[in-house]
């Protein structure tokens, strides 16, 4: 198994532009999640999935969309970038939502907006 | 709602040398608490969990923490660390009984160990 991966590694975008984040796993996980890491700041949740066709806003939602049209792909699109969006995005999936779950993360997609 | 404060946002310390990382948590209600950690250049990974019982738990490469409900704490340790230990560490917190595995992260800390 792969696990989860993200593509592309590493990105630099300019202000306005837009770009789609790819994640994809191959664990047959229901939820999916994307975060964002800033530095000092630990993660936060940008968006949420529970399965294909149902997606949820995190505590950073602005300035993201996301769709969920299989249960192995969760892109995260970034419309009109800026340079607050500058950060390091992971995603990750899980098994279920219980509290025994355990979250498994991509290796991360680190975007620069200049 | 929850929210995670890890106390030092770098700890260096030497090979063989014990370490502790701190965390200490708030929340009204039953939490779950959680370490992950993070080498360079890669994802987190899930390093143990505190869901309940024993408030001694153990975790992958030797680490284990200890969960605290009186001091709200969740203290990471180690008896005698390793080179290959450095890397970034993060407590997390989820509310019990919450759907949707919402996690609410500390601000990590840099564990670097020293030849």
């Known amino acids: 198994n792969a696990g989860v991966t993200q593509t592309p590694k590493f990105r630099i975008l300019k202000i306005g532009q837009s770009m789609t984040l790819q994640c994809a796993q191959d664990?047959?996980?229901?939820?999916m999640y994307w975060y964002r890491q800033d530095p000092g700041m630990g993660l936060k949740l940008i968006y949420y999935s529970v399965g294909a066709g149902i997606t949820d806003k995190g505590e950073v939602p602005n300035g993201y969309n996301v769709s969920r049209s299989t249960t192995e792909d969760f892109p995260l699109r970034l419309e009109l970038a800026a340079p607050s969006q500058t950060s390091v995005y992971f995603c990750a999936s899980s098994d279920s939502s219980g509290p025994t779950d355990t979250q498994y993360f991509g290796p991360g997609t680190r975007l620069t907006v200049l | 709602a929850q929210s995670v404060t890890q106390l030092d946002s770098q700890v260096p310390v030497f090979e063989e040398a014990p370490v502790e990382l701190r965390c200490n948590y708030s929340s009204s209600v039953s939490v779950y608490l959680f370490w992950y950690v993070q080498y360079p250049n890669q994802g987190l990974q899930l390093l143990l969990k505190?869901?309940?019982?024993?408030?001694l738990v153990k975790g992958i490469n030797g680490f284990e923490a200890e969960f605290n409900k009186s001091q709200t704490s969740f203290h990471l340790r180690k008896p005698s660390v390793h080179i290959s230990d450095t890397a970034e560490y993060f407590c997390?917190?989820?509310?019990?009984?919450?759907?949707?595995?919402?996690?609410?992260f500390g601000q990590g800390t840099i564990l670097t160990v020293h030849p």
């Open positions: 997390a917190v989820r509310k019990g009984g919450t759907s949707y595995g919402k996690l609410t």
């Open positions: 664990m047959n996980h229901n939820y």
């Open positions: 505190y869901l309940s019982g024993s408030t």
